[in-house]
Each structure stands twice: as structure tokens, then as C-alpha cells.
């Protein structure tokens, strides 16, 4: 069983050519010896797994009190801690005009997924101990453009994204609490602290969505399916 995500995995990073490794994002309360348990934030995780490195995250040793409550680790702040977050995003980060913007950025996005699980492991799928609850590609926008193609090619449901808001959240919290695949850049604060390359684009899909998307690869064009053109339309064209 192990191996499936591997495969499916491998398939992805032969056919679209990709230079990043597909990332792994479990969350578990079971105890798991793979992986690196020093102090990181969520944004660096997704950055260092994305180039062969695994971690395993809980409360401890979170580094970032935004990540943690984002991704379910802790509690969402209240009170003066709630007031710290409104001041530093407004007037420190300055990524929002106000708390009245700030209000809405938290109120019309999706819930975190607080008290999931006691840990969370991020590390490449090729690696992943246990089966992975989201794949996050970290792609060029063409490499996006062919998963999200490939990933909607059976079902044709257009993908209602989240694209606003930390880079925990739209990667990893959003696409955990709904089970829709999203598509983000990510915030502009984690992108610059971890020096994301600049075409860096975040494609985040639910593993159950997986076997689907791998099984497109040999039927639609967005993978390795030929392109086939009708007569008509090609002397149209000319």
C-alpha cells in the first residue's frame, strides 16, 4: 500500500517535468520516529520538503503562533493575543488596511482545522510513512495550469480557490477542511522571509483526489495525451 503514493507521485514528476518534489502533509496522533523535529515554521517546511527534506511538526516546536492555529496545532487566539495579531498585521506585516479588513480575511475564509490531530508530518511523497492527506506541488504556473486541468478532467467541477491569506492556511488548512484541491501564491510576508522563487505557484490536492488525477495523465492533453486537431479547424486556422 505504501507504495501507491509513490508511484502516483512519480508519474506527476515525469510527465510534467517537475524540479520539486510533490510534498506530503499528514496530520496523525500517532507517534512517528521519520523526520526532522527542529524548531520551523510551516512555509519553510513546505520550502525544505519540497527539496528532499521531511519534518515532523506539533505545538512544541511550531515556531510560528500564526502557523500553529492555522494548521489546527493550537487554539486561535482570544483576547490581548487576538488584539497582537489584529496590530502586527495591520501595522507591522502592513498586509491588511485595518481590522475591519483583517475581520473579514478571517470570517470569509474556511475554519482551521483546530484539534485535528497532535501532529502534522511534511516531507516528499516519495518518503512519506504513512498515506498523505493533501499532495502540495510547488510549480511553475504553466506546471499548475496542467494539474489543475488534469485534476478537474473527469469531473469538470471548477475549482473554488482560496487564495488569500497565510501560506499555511491556503495550502494546507483550506484544502484539509473542505477537501478541494487550491491553488495559491501564497502570502506575500512567507514568500519573501523563505525566498520562494518568484514563478513559485502552490497547487494543494486532497489525496483522494490523487488516483483520479494520475489516471487523466494517459487521456488528456494537460498530460501526455496527443493533441488532435480536426481538419476543419486547422484550415480554419489557416
Known sequence: MESVWKEEAGVLVEVLGLERKPVAVTFTNDEVEEGSR???SFCRA???????EAFVIEAANSSCPGGSWHCG???????????????????????????????RMQA????????????????????????????????DPEQACRLI???????????RVELTGALCHSAIAYPVVTGRTNVTFGD????????????????????????????AVPRCSAGNAPLEIPREIEEHME
Open 46 to 52: 513546505l520550502k525544505r520538503a519540497a527539496a528532499g
Open 73 to 103: 496545532l493550537s487554539e486561535p487566539p482570544s483576547g490581548r493575543g487576538w488584539r497582537f495579531i489584529q496590530d502586527f498585521l495591520t501595522r507591522g506585516e502592513k498586509l491588511t488596511h485595518s481590522i475591519v479588513s483583517f475581520h
Open 108 to 139: 470569509l475564509g474556511s475554519p482551521p482545522p483546530t484539534g485535528l490531530a497532535d501532529r502534522v508530518l511534511i516531507g516528499p511523497v516519495e518518503e512519506a510513512p504513512l498515506r498523505p492527506d493533501l499532495v502540495v506541488f510547488v510549480v
Open 188 to 215: 506575500w510576508t512567507a514568500r519573501r522571509m523563505q525566498k520562494y522563487p518568484r514563478d513559485a505557484v502552490f497547487v494543494s490536492v486532497p489525496y483522494e483526489r490523487m488516483a483520479a488525477l494520475v489516471d
Open 149 to 159: 486541468t488534469l485534476d478537474h478532467y473527469w469531473d469538470g467541477i471548477p475549482l
Open 38 to 40: 527542529e524548531r520551523i
